[in-house]
């Protein structure tokens, strides 16, 4: 191997730069990947117009990319489970292992993790995986089984917090299920719901192909297309949300109105979203809160106290790895073809800010949606 590497850094919003790295050293409990493909999120997309997502400031040059699958090139002295030639893919979240939080189990909101592509925790930085190759430690690189391809290795980061969201809600099989937002991820959060508790879902997207994507193919049993209305009172809001909700509730499943669901999914961050979920969740039910969206937000809490709606905060994901790749080598007939969220591949990294660009978009010059965008390096 060179003594160096190619990597994509961003170095202001829109200023990607392709530089060379020395191949970095590999301790005894880490190995050597080369990075065979990486899906782009929407927190990269945020990086890159920005510099910033949200309240985090990027501090220093910053290789984005998390979604990621690659082929072991060697291993550490002290590594056992893994072999170069296996194909693998990467939690890139980087926990300190030893709080409270790590000991328990959850380690996704441990106050000292670290979380490669991301600005948070300071400087410096972890850099993301739109690089030729990266060291990881042994114990955060999965296995692919046969029949699991790199393309759905570099879904299972995001197959994995559907799975997350879908062990916090603990929602009982055969549960009728919203997903606000026909994304990426909540198409998987859809998915996981069909495949893992059995439900009835209904998707609800302000993008009419979005909704349609679902329906045809076999993520969703029904879709509501949200109005594009921004009302600005707090009253006008709510009357809104509450329209959305009665949209909701119509949805015919089974030759029936699903009238109130048993749990929401809400992927968007957007107020309204979560508003119409608490009037659309049925009482007992949870809403898990996805989407990080509008950090500051108007809620009509007593809707949901009373009738003893759970919101429950979801963030990325812990210990879901291997049950994300157990479900896609399961061949289980309930779960939808995830390949087909892949809408646009990219090769090389002279490729990625066309990637980049390509995310940002709904639909392509053509007219077909776009979804998710690949790298292959």
């Known amino acids: 191997m060179s003594s160096t590497i190619q990597a994509s850094v961003l170095h202001g919003a829109r200023d990607l730069r392709i530089e060379s790295r020395p191949v970095p050293a ?40 998390h979604e990621s699958a690659g082929i072991v090139q060697a291993v550490g002295a002290d590594v056992t489970g893994l072999a170069a030639g296996d194909r693998v893919a990467l939690e890139v979240g980087l926990p300190c292992g030893a709080c409270e939080l790590c000991t328990a189990g959850r380690y996704n909101i441990c106050r000292g993790m670290k979380f490669r592509s991301s600005a948070k925790g300071g400087t410096p930085h972890a850099q993301g995986t739109l690089q030729e190759v990266v060291v990881q430690g042994a114990g955060w690189c999965h296995k692919l089984p046969d029949g699991v391809s790199l393309t759905l290795g570099a879904l299972v980061e995001p197959l994995a917090v559907a799975l997350h969201a879908c062990k916090r809600g603990q929602l009982p099989e055969g549960a009728t299920v919203l997903v606000f937002g026909a994304g990426a991820v909540g198409l998987l959060c859809a998915a996981v719901s069909k495949a893992v508790t059995k439900a009835k879902v209904v998707i609800a997207d302000i993008q009419a192909e979005r909704v349609k994507f679902a329906v045809d193919n076999g993520f969703a049993d029904g879709g509501v297309v949200v109005p594009m209305k ?46 119409a979920s608490i ?23 007593s809707a949901a106290s009373l009738r003893e709606v759970d919101l429950v905060g979801v963030f990325r994901y812990a210990n879901t790895y291997p049950r994300a790749i157990e479900l896609l080598a399961s061949g289980n007939p309930l779960l939808p073809d995830l390949t087909k969220l892949v809408t646009h591949r990219f090769s090389g990294l002279d490729s990625i800010p066309k990637a980049f660009e390509m995310a940002a978009r709904v639909k392509d010059d053509d007219g077909n949606l776009v979804l998710k965008a690949m790298v292959d390096m």
């Open 230 to 275: 921004r009302p600005e009172t707090t009253e006008a809001k709510l009357d809104f949300a509450k329209e959305v909700a009665e949209m909701v509730r119509t949805v015919e499943v089974d030759g029936k109105p699903v009238g109130e669901v048993n749990g929401t999914y809400e992927c968007t961050g957007v107020e309204a979203c979560l508003q």
């Open 279 to 301: 009037y659309t969740t049925g009482p007992g039910g949870k809403i898990m809160i996805i989407g990080m969206g509008n950090p500051v937000q108007t809620l009509p809490i």
């Open 26 to 65: 590999l301790p005894p409990s880490s190995v050597l990947v080369k990075i065979a493909t990486t899906g782009l999120c929407g927190s990269d997309l945020h990086y890159y117009n920005h510099f910033r997502n949200g309240d985090i400031q990027v501090l220093e040059p910053l290789t984005l990319g």
